[in-house]
């Protein structure tokens, strides 16, 4: 085979493992939207999928109209209550990808840094507390996003593999470390302590897409989002009107797989 056809052939190969990638991050979101409308769906105030949905469009689009009360109820009750959810659950995750990729250890979570508080629940959250979590998040998970390739080059070899691609390991040490306090501090000031979504999400789309943090760390933030969305429904639901905390809920997820991890041997789970 010549040498041209054989990086065609790459090319190729390049191109699947993107898209295949894309396709994966593309199909969690369009989830997590389902899921969002579906949670805001949710109360003693009995709402349709649809009425959710006309709701959150009436606010762009004078030509649809709904009850005042279906209004109220998803934009001023239900709905900063589902998006504190998704950005905590993205912050979070976000941050354990960070942590575990500097340290080279899948046990390691931004709590780790000796943040703590009260059990993580979004009970009362108002527009204010979300806009100003959101806008800490906005500001750096760009930030981390920018260190992806340096994070490849640090969990695939350590510093000096770093070092002879010409990357700074203490440098992306010390802004991933602060990046992960900040989002984790923003978040659980008012939230409280959600532990395991940032050990459970960060696995789980580790296992689905590999290493890769230009895919690793959005995917993860999505995954982080529906777990604490779907975690926040079960809290709600299944002891009515009772509300259990999120935090609670998501340990019966996170308690068996922490323990799978520190069963598991660290060289299988990077290998993923």
């Known amino acids: 085979m010549k040498r041209d056809d054989v990086a065609l052939e790459m090319r190729e190969q390049y191109r699947r ?3 295949g990638k894309t396709l994966i991050l593309l199909g969690s979101l369009l989830l997590l939207l389902v899921l969002v409308i579906w949670s805001v769906s949710i109360g003693s105030a009995d709402l349709t999928f649809g009425d959710v949905v006309r709701a959150l469009l009436s606010r762009f ?6 009850p005042e009360f279906n209004y109220d109820i998803v934009w001023s009750s239900r709905l900063p209550r589902v998006l504190m959810a998704v950005i905590s659950g993205m912050g979070l995750s976000i941050s354990g990808v960070q942590m575990q990729g500097i340290t080279g250890n899948p046990l390691v979570s931004p709590f780790t840094l000796g943040v703590h508080w009260t ?11 979300v806009t100003i979590v959101a806008v800490v998040l906005l500001v750096c998970m760009p930030l981390c996003l920018k260190e992806a390739w340096s994070l490849n080059a640090i969990t695939a070899g350590g510093n000096e593999v770093a070092r002879s691609l010409g990357v700074n390991a203490g440098r992306v040490r010390i802004v991933s470390v602060v990046l992960s306090s900040l989002m984790t501090a923003t978040v659980v000031s008012f939230t409280g302590v959600i532990g395991f979504v940032c050990l459970v ?3 789980l789309a580790r296992y689905m897409i590999g290493g890769d943090h230009r895919f690793l760390l959005p995917l993860a933030g999505v995954f982080g989002a529906i777990l604490t969305v779907v975690s926040d429904i079960v809290g709600r639901v299944i002891l009515e009107p009772i509300i259990l905390p999120v935090s609670i809920v ?7 797989l922490f ?4 069963l598991t041997n660290k060289k299988d789970f990077w290998a993923r």
């Open 250 to 256: 998501i340990s019966f997820v996170g308690v068996p």
């Open 259 to 262: 323990l799978y991890m520190v």
């Open 201 to 203: 999400a960060p696995h």
């Open 17 to 19: 493992h993107v898209l």
């Open 61 to 66: 689009s004078s030509r649809i109209t709904v």
């Open 119 to 129: 059990f993580g629940t979004f009970t009362g959250t108002d527009w204010s507390e």
